[in-house]
């Protein structure tokens, strides 16, 4: 039986978004996620937002550094993904993505703890 994930939009869910769209993966077949990181400890909020029992796996990346990633394969949750408008190859394709307005800084908390930099500069 294929699990059924909540999407109801909800403080952890648009935190889930931000963690996918600035360091997830979404691949453009079979219809896997795969989500990447280097804190632990990120990984296990992302698996309990999903109630996921996927295992946290170690991840070298061709350039040599090290992380740890989930993958999981799911029809429900990538299409979720796509109809909000984060896309596969998402650093060249990716646009607007569709949050309800009341979750904002939930997604944004989750952008910044995926990516973990901003920048601004004063002239």
């Known amino acids: 039986m294929l699990k059924r994930y909540d999407l109801t939009w909800r403080p952890g869910l648009a935190y889930l978004v931000g963690l996918m769209a600035s360091d997830g993966c979404i691949m453009d077949y079979f219809y896997y ?8 400890d990120l990984l296990e909020v992302f698996k309990g937002i999903l109630k996921l029992e996927a295992k946290i796996s170690r991840k070298n990346s061709r350039t040599g550094s090290r992380g740890y990633h989930i993958q999981l394969k799911s029809k429900q949750l990538h ?42 500069y004063w002239d």
């Open 33 to 40: 996620i795969n989500f990447t990181s280097n804190d632990v």
């Open 79 to 120: 299409g979720f993904f796509i109809k909000i408008g984060l896309t596969p190859r998402k650093s060249k394709t990716m646009g607007p993505i569709k949050i309800p307005k009341k979750y904002f800084f939930h997604f944004l908390r989750g952008v910044f703890d995926g990516d973990g930099s901003t920048y601004s």
